[in-house]
């Protein structure tokens, strides 16, 4: 499944992503077997659907053509991806679906610690691609060496009480 994930997108994909940079274009593929190795939040799924918000700062056309990829993925644990774009400010405002995700759609900067924050006392699984990002609190990422691999951050997931299957464990790097 994590093999999945990583492949090149393909050719239907293309159109959507083709100016997006190369750490989004893996996140977005990386992130549906995340959110399939989490345990916590596989009961929570439903026909309603598992919520992935899109969070961006200042640049919605880049959460709108991660959008367009979410739409391809048919299900995960049998209940359909529902892909929804949003501003940090619009996030921290609402009040998220629960058993949902958030995908961090471009750098947040300074504000990062305020995704953290909120995202843990809500048990939302943050994802982010951006490096560096797990190492301050994201649960999780992926980090790039002579292959491509999830990267998860222990305290982050404990805090926000969400627990990946083992698997998924074993082969990710580890941040404590």
């Known amino acids: 499944m994590l093999a999945l994930a990583a492949q090149p997108l393909t050719a239907s994909h293309s159109q959507a992503q083709q100016n997006l940079e190369p750490r989004l274009q893996i996140g977005i593929g990386l992130l549906p077997a995340v959110l399939a190795a989490d345990q916590t939040h596989a009961a929570g ?56 995700a958030v995908f961090i759609a471009e750098p947040l900067g300074a504000r990062l610690d305020e995704a953290i924050e909120f995202t843990a006392g809500r048990r939302q699984l943050l994802f982010s691609p951006f490096k560096g990002d797990v190492e301050r609190g994201v649960a999780a990422g992926f980090r790039v060496s002579d292959k491509i691999l999830p990267h998860v951050n222990l305290a982050a997931l404990k805090r926000s009480k969400i627990q990946l299957k083992a698997f998924f464990l074993r082969i990710a790097v580890k941040h404590e």
Do not use: F, T
């Open 45 to 100: 799924g439903s026909m309603a659907g598992v919520a992935v918000y899109l969070v961006y700062l200042n640049d919605r056309h880049v959460a709108e053509q991660l959008r367009a990829h979410l739409e391809h993925v048919e299900a995960i644990r049998q209940s359909p991806v529902v892909p929804v774009v949003i501003s940090l400010d619009e996030l921290l405002d609402d009040n998220p679906a629960p058993h949902s």
